[in-house]
């Protein structure tokens, strides 16, 4: 697994893939973005044992010198000892719509652990509400729901966290796209 942040810039992911190839590994899954003018991202790969030393020191020569922040760690596989992998369902999207507020990222999480939710990816933004009326929080939210857990319930523990928020959960099954989100 490696991540990665720094001050954005074109033709990161260009390199960084190059880089994979010269070294044979093959890019299973990755996420980037950009937020506040830096540029960060995960990438797992799939590298033979006898080449990841290599490509660890490519990658840090490489994006080191250019004032980035590397990472690079091997991933256990989901069947290792230690490894927890929760009996989910297939994805949900939740859209959280709201009045801003300090605290509402952690009320929001302290609800979804509560209701025993998986978090895939977490999205969230502000923005202007209409007709001059503060501040919006917005999220999108993709989860896994633990077996047994009720969709209704998971709702009705969102919508407690303040009259305002507004709960939008897909309750069918959102489509897998190639990168695992």
Same mark, same amino acid.
């Given at each position: 697994?490696?991540?990665?942040?720094?001050?954005?810039?074109? #033709?990161?992911?260009?390199? @960084?893939?190059?880089?994979?190839?010269?070294?044979?590994?093959?890019?299973?899954?990755?996420?980037?973005?950009? @937020?506040?003018?830096?540029?960060?991202?995960?990438?797992?790969?799939?590298?033979?044992?006898? =080449?990841?030393?290599?490509?660890?020191?490519?990658?840090?020569?490489?994006?080191?010198?250019?004032?980035?922040?590397?990472?690079?760690?091997?991933?256990?596989?989901?069947?290792? $000892?230690? *490894?927890? *992998? $929760?009996?989910?369902?297939? $994805? =949900?999207?939740?859209?959280? *719509?709201?009045?801003?507020? $300090?605290?509402?990222?952690?009320?929001?999480?302290?609800?979804?652990?509560?209701? =025993?939710?998986?978090?895939?990816?977490?999205?969230?933004?502000?923005?202007?509400?209409?007709? #001059?009326? #503060?501040?919006?929080?917005?999220?999108? *939210?993709?989860? =896994?729901?633990?077996?047994?857990?009720?969709?209704?319930?998971?709702?009705?523990?969102?919508?407690?966290?303040?009259?305002?928020?507004?709960?939008?959960?897909?309750?069918?099954?959102?489509?897998?796209? #190639?990168?695992?989100?």
């Amino acid at each position: 697994m490696v991540t990665v942040i720094g001050d954005d810039r074109e #033709g990161l992911i260009s390199e @960084l893939a190059a880089l994979v190839a010269q070294h044979e590994g093959n890019w299973l899954d990755s996420s980037f973005a950009r @937020l506040a003018g830096k540029f960060s991202g995960v990438v797992l790969l799939d590298i033979a044992p006898e =080449r990841a030393d290599a490509l660890d020191a490519a990658v840090r020569a490489h994006l080191e010198e250019r004032g980035w922040h590397v990472e690079i760690a091997p991933v256990p596989e989901a069947s290792a $000892p230690g *490894v927890h *992998v $929760p009996a989910t369902s297939s $994805p =949900r999207l939740l859209h959280l *719509v709201g009045h801003d507020r $300090p605290g509402m990222v952690a009320e929001v999480s302290r609800a979804l652990g509560a209701q =025993r939710l998986t978090i895939d990816s977490f999205d969230s933004w502000t923005s202007a509400a209409p007709h #001059g009326g #503060g501040v919006l929080f917005e999220a999108d *939210v993709v989860v =896994r729901l633990a077996d047994g857990t009720d969709a209704d319930a998971v709702r009705d523990a969102l919508e407690e966290i303040a009259a305002e928020l507004m709960v939008d959960l897909d309750l069918d099954d959102t489509p897998e796209s #190639g990168d695992g989100s």
